[in-house]
């Protein structure tokens, strides 16, 4: 028989309701206030149909209406499908289909865009659905932690994207590793820089409802803004990825963060050694970690006493989590495999995907790492952004961390070229930073740090470099550049 737990948002407003849940720039809701506020909602969307097991997409920035409607179908046992507000009327077509949504809630703000596009359901922001009247039925009052909570779509870099499902159970499992390795102190608070229709964002969401936490929530990653609340909001905690370190360590200059910041969790693939040393010189508490949609956001984190001497390893495995290297070649580095109970237990309505990701319990990630003689593991880049140069494996990460060194680039972003000779052979997109470089310049430098094969053949300086919504590098738009 399933696992029943009360619902956590019931139990969290019974144990601290006039504890603070939310916070924005505009207002702020406590525990017991977003309860009630969802409860409605739920009874609102009730008049529409939303019911048990009802698949509603949810196309949002990060706003506090989003957060109520997710905690509302929540009450209803409803699954919420978290949609990227980047998609293209295509892309947000296919997937409405793919996940057999019922009905989509969108913010206010993007009323106007969604409505110009010819999507196969209703779309209702998430104010109509306010004004409707409640219907009286009763709500959920516990959790089923093996219910389906949760559809996330993978970034379908190559074929279409997948439709992640997570359970209760997933999320819960999530929260409870990650306070295991982090700890939880009375006055933290967690920044929400990330959108919640990643994984990454998402999971901040429900370590508030979970852990009886704060959560400030920004509406979309700015530096000024992120930076004024780590100063001046009590903010404790925050999760960024790559790109929004650099541009945060470069608004801080010679200033500090408070000494209550303490920990700023790293993720989205691993960091250039040179940025984490810089944060190291400047103080800021960087714990790098690792994981991926289909392990509900980090699965690997340094704990707060390795932070400093295990700069790029992304930690250990989270209790209660498994990892474990494959096919390793000469130099140790194999695909990484996770195992653990926030690992999903598959893809929505995709029996091949399912049978090829999931063996016997393991998550194959695509993933290439490495296991030091501590057991740190050590992300070198995805199996599919390997570049095999005459028989060479080179990976693209490696030469974008020697490249961030070099005065006059701000970021680099390298793939493989196809090549008659050699199979392969690496470019690099760089961004320019202050007077800028040359490409004699660029690959001068490669050659001091770089064996001849991995320097790029081809240098292309661009204004900006291809990025997600959680400000991935997306390599697949480079490479479409080189074609262009």
């Given at each position: 028989?399933?696992?029943?737990?009360?619902?956590?948002l019931?139990?969290?407003a019974?144990?601290?309701?006039?504890e603070?849940a939310?916070?924005?720039d505009q207002?702020?809701?406590?525990f017991?206030?977003l309860?009630e506020?969802?409860?409605?909602y739920?009874?609102?969307?009730?008049?529409?149909?939303?019911?048990e097991?009802?698949?509603?997409g949810?196309l949002s920035?990060?706003?506090?209406?989003?957060a109520?409607?997710?905690?509302?179908?929540s009450?209803?046992r409803?699954?919420?499908v978290?949609?990227?507000?980047?998609?293209t009327?295509?892309e947000?077509?296919y997937?409405?289909k793919?996940?057999e949504v019922?009905?989509?809630?969108t913010?206010?703000r993007?009323?106007t865009g969604?409505k110009?596009?010819?999507?196969p359901?209703h779309?209702?922001?998430?104010?109509?659905?306010?004004?409707l009247s409640?219907?009286?039925?009763?709500l959920?009052?516990e959790?089923?932690?093996d219910?389906p909570f949760?559809?996330?779509y993978?970034s379908?870099t190559t074929?279409f994207?997948?439709?992640?499902?997570?359970?209760?159970?997933?999320h819960?499992w999530s929260?409870?590793?990650?306070v295991?390795?982090l700890g939880?102190?009375?006055?933290?608070?967690w920044?929400?820089p990330l959108?919640f229709f990643?994984?990454?964002g998402f999971s901040?969401l429900m370590?508030?409802?979970?852990?009886g936490?704060?959560?400030y929530v920004?509406e979309k990653?700015?530096a000024q803004?992120i930076?004024?609340?780590?100063?001046?909001?009590?903010v404790t905690?925050?999760?960024?990825?790559?790109?929004m370190?650099?541009?945060?360590?470069t608004l801080l200059?010679?200033?500090r963060?408070?000494?209550?910041?303490?920990c700023m969790?790293?993720?989205?693939?691993?960091?250039p050694?040179?940025l984490?040393e810089?944060?190291?010189?400047k103080?800021i508490?960087?714990?790098?970690s690792?994981?991926?949609?289909?392990t509900?956001?980090?699965?690997v984190?340094?704990?707060p006493?390795d932070?400093l001497?295990?700069?790029?390893?992304s930690?250990?495995?989270?209790?209660p989590?498994?990892?474990?290297?494959?096919?390793?070649?000469?130099?140790?580095?194999g695909?990484?495999?996770?195992?653990?109970?926030?690992?999903?237990?598959?893809?929505?309505?995709?029996e091949r995907a399912?049978e090829e990701?999931?063996?016997?319990g393991?998550l194959k990630?695509?993933?290439?790492?490495y296991?030091?003689?501590e057991g740190?593991l050590?992300v070198v880049?995805r199996?599919?952004?390997l570049i095999?140069s005459?028989?060479?494996?080179?990976y693209?990460?490696?030469?974008?961390?020697?490249l961030?060194?070099m005065?006059g680039?701000?970021?680099?972003?390298?793939i493989g070229?196809h090549?008659d000779?050699?199979g392969?052979v690496?470019?690099a997109?760089?961004v320019?930073h202050g007077e800028g470089?040359?490409?004699?310049?660029?690959?001068?430098?490669?050659k001091?740090?770089?064996a001849?094969y991995?320097?790029p053949?081809?240098?292309?300086?661009v204004?900006e470099?291809?990025r997600?919504?959680?400000n991935?590098?997306?390599?697949?738009r480079?490479e479409?550049w080189l074609k262009?």
């Amino acid at each position: 028989m399933a696992e029943r737990i009360p619902h956590w948002l019931t139990k969290q407003a019974h144990l601290a309701p006039h504890e603070r849940a939310i916070e924005t720039d505009q207002n702020s809701m406590t525990f017991l206030q977003l309860k009630e506020a969802s409860e409605r909602y739920a009874r609102k969307l009730a008049q529409l149909g939303v019911t048990e097991g009802t698949h509603v997409g949810i196309l949002s920035t990060n706003e506090l209406p989003m957060a109520i409607a997710i905690h509302a179908l929540s009450y209803l046992r409803a699954v919420c499908v978290m949609l990227n507000t980047r998609l293209t009327e295509e892309e947000l077509t296919y997937q409405l289909k793919d996940a057999e949504v019922y009905l989509v809630l969108t913010s206010d703000r993007l009323e106007t865009g969604v409505k110009q596009m010819d999507l196969p359901v209703h779309v209702k922001t998430f104010s109509s659905v306010h004004q409707l009247s409640e219907k009286q039925i009763d709500l959920q009052e516990e959790i089923s932690l093996d219910d389906p909570f949760t559809i996330m779509y993978t970034s379908g870099t190559t074929g279409f994207p997948k439709g992640v499902v997570h359970t209760y159970g997933n999320h819960w499992w999530s929260a409870i590793s990650s306070v295991l390795n982090l700890g939880l102190d009375q006055n933290d608070k967690w920044l929400a820089p990330l959108p919640f229709f990643h994984v990454s964002g998402f999971s901040i969401l429900m370590r508030s409802i979970i852990y009886g936490m704060p959560v400030y929530v920004i509406e979309k990653f700015e530096a000024q803004i992120i930076h004024d609340a780590m100063m001046n909001k009590g903010v404790t905690i925050v999760s960024v990825v790559t790109v929004m370190l650099q541009r945060l360590m470069t608004l801080l200059a010679n200033e500090r963060y408070p000494k209550s910041l303490r920990c700023m969790l790293l993720g989205g693939g691993p960091a250039p050694q040179s940025l984490l040393e810089k944060a190291k010189e400047k103080g800021i508490p960087v714990f790098q970690s690792y994981g991926m949609t289909e392990t509900s956001s980090q699965i690997v984190t340094l704990r707060p006493q390795d932070a400093l001497q295990k700069i790029g390893s992304s930690g250990k495995p989270l209790f209660p989590a498994q990892l474990q290297i494959h096919e390793k070649d000469c130099t140790g580095v194999g695909e990484i495999y996770v195992k653990g109970p926030m690992v999903s237990n598959g893809y929505f309505a995709n029996e091949r995907a399912n049978e090829e990701v999931f063996q016997h319990g393991w998550l194959k990630t695509g993933d290439l790492g490495y296991v030091d003689e501590e057991g740190f593991l050590y992300v070198v880049d995805r199996r599919k952004d390997l570049i095999i140069s005459g028989g060479e494996n080179i990976y693209p990460s490696e030469i974008e961390n020697v490249l961030s060194n070099m005065d006059g680039i701000q970021e680099v972003g390298v793939i493989g070229k196809h090549d008659d000779t050699w199979g392969k052979v690496p470019v690099a997109f760089i961004v320019p930073h202050g007077e800028g470089c040359s490409e004699d310049e660029v690959k001068t430098y490669a050659k001091k740090h770089l064996a001849s094969y991995k320097i790029p053949t081809e240098i292309y300086f661009v204004d900006e470099l291809p990025r997600n919504a959680s400000n991935k590098l997306v390599r697949h738009r480079l490479e479409q550049w080189l074609k262009s």
